[in-house]
């Protein structure tokens, strides 16, 4: 699997700083809180999804994160329900 770094993202973030075992940016994805404007936490996410992707990890990753950025409802606000967003709008025309 390819790997995807900090310097891929292709917009601009707050770059916080997080203890490595923040459940922001550590541990399964649940309900805490998610802030799609601090790179860490969407880094996290793409990382998550990517997790489980075997090719192509670049345009997975580029995808969701355009997703994040662009597409994402603002009322979305936890981990869990971005995640469970994206996947359900993954192949949705509409939403990309």
């Known amino acids: 699997m390819d790997t995807f770094a900090k310097e891929n993202l292709i917009y601009e973030y707050n770059w916080s700083r997080y203890e490595k075992n923040d459940p922001r940016i550590s541990g399964i994805p649940d309900a805490t809180e998610f802030n799609r ?6 880094f ?16 997975f990753a580029r995808k969701v994160e355009q997703l994040i950025h662009d597409r994402l409802p603002q009322e979305i606000t936890s981990q869990k329900d971005a995640i469970e967003w994206i996947r ?9």
């Open 37 to 42: 404007k601090e790179g860490e936490e969407v």
């Open 88 to 96: 359900e709008n993954w192949k949705n025309p509409s939403v990309i």
């Open 44 to 59: 996290y996410i793409i990382n998550h999804l990517a997790d489980h992707v075997a090719w192509d990890v670049g345009n």
